[in-house]
């Protein structure tokens, strides 16, 4: 684990910008972003375009190590260069933004009102690779639709059991069960989420370091008992189906969370701007986050 980069992520100020839109959710990204279904024809050409996408956003003059910490990336983004260097190095080098890795593969179908993950059967392979490219931690989603006690503390076994594989390989975990914020149950579904997190996390050894990427809670600063404990690297807020303006409300009403957005981040991107109107949107979008996440 390189101490200088845990430094910065547990004492920096910015956030974590999530590009890590998988197979799943591609074709949404694209379709936000102004390219629909029938500019590609199968998988490859989809994620050159996300490749693409990506690597205009990465390479932005706004995308600077000034208001951001780190960035998710899929694991297909982490086999890819950006300007002749892997996604991972090129962050690292020219940006100074650290890199996290995507690694789960999905959700399973949703029983007793939640949605596990999916196995990684090549986990062990994955963080070797990790680790070759120089990424810092690793992030991974599982999601909870109802306040459903056995259902929730599945989820929260699944993540911590998953989460110390990869800590024992020297990488920092973001555990992410998120809250669906139309769950009818949300506010009840946090108490329960809140209480497991907890015991969990009291039964660690004391030098673990792991990160939670949490929904927006419904009480402000509800979260901040996990803030407080010393193997918590730091706690940040996914958007969730919120809109920006929405996002950046709920977050700076909860001091010490930053954000991990993705849609939020990316919300008025267009493929047919001109680089100079790409890169002002970007900026904006970035100063708006960057302002809520350091309230």
């Known amino acids: 684990m390189n101490e200088v980069q845990l430094k910065r992520m547990h004492e920096g100020n910015g956030f974590i910008a999530a590009l890590d839109q998988s197979g799943g959710s591609t074709p949404k990204a694209l379709r936000l972003y ?46 890819r260069k950006m300007e002749g ?38 986990l062990k392979e994955l963080l ?9 931690g690793t992030k991974m989603r599982s999601v909870i639709k109802l306040a459903n006690e056995d259902g ?20 920092v975990p973001i555990l992410e069960p998120e809250v669906d914020i139309n769950s009818p149950e949300k506010e009840q579904a946090e108490k329960i989420l809140k209480r497991e997190l907890l015991r969990h996390l009291d039964r660690l050894p004391e030098d673990t370091r792991l990160m939670f990427k949490l929904t927006l809670p419904s009480q402000n ?12 690297v730091r706690v940040v807020a996914l958007s969730g189906g919120y809109s920006r303006k929405e996002a950046n409300t709920l977050l700076a009403d909860n001091p010490g969370v930053v954000a991990s957005f993705s849609r939020a981040l990316t919300q008025g991107l267009r493929a047919d701007q001109t680089q100079e109107e790409f890169d002002s949107m970007l900026a904006e979008s970035i100063q708006e986050i960057y302002d809520a996440s350091i309230t």
């Open 221 to 232: 600063g509800y979260y901040s008992d996990l803030l407080e404990d010393p193997k918590v």
């Open 34 to 79: 102004g390219i629909d279904e029938s500019q590609y024809h199968n998988d490859d050409e989809m994620f050159e375009l996300i490749h693409k996408m990506r690597t205009r956003i990465i390479t932005s003059n706004a995308f600077t190590s000034e208001h951001i910490l780190a960035a998710i990336l899929f694991e297909n983004t982490m086999d």
């Open 152 to 171: 929730i503390r599945e989820i929260v076994e699944q993540q911590f059991a998953v989460g110390m594989l990869i800590v024992k390989r020297g990488l």
């Open 128 to 136: 070797s690779r990790a680790k070759e490219r120089h990424i810092f």
């Open 85 to 122: 260097k892997y996604t991972a190095d090129y962050l690292l080098e020219e940006k100074g933004i650290l890199p996290i890795l995507k690694v789960d593969k999905g959700l399973e179908k949703e029983e007793a009102g939640v949605q596990i993950m999916k196995q990684i059967p090549n």
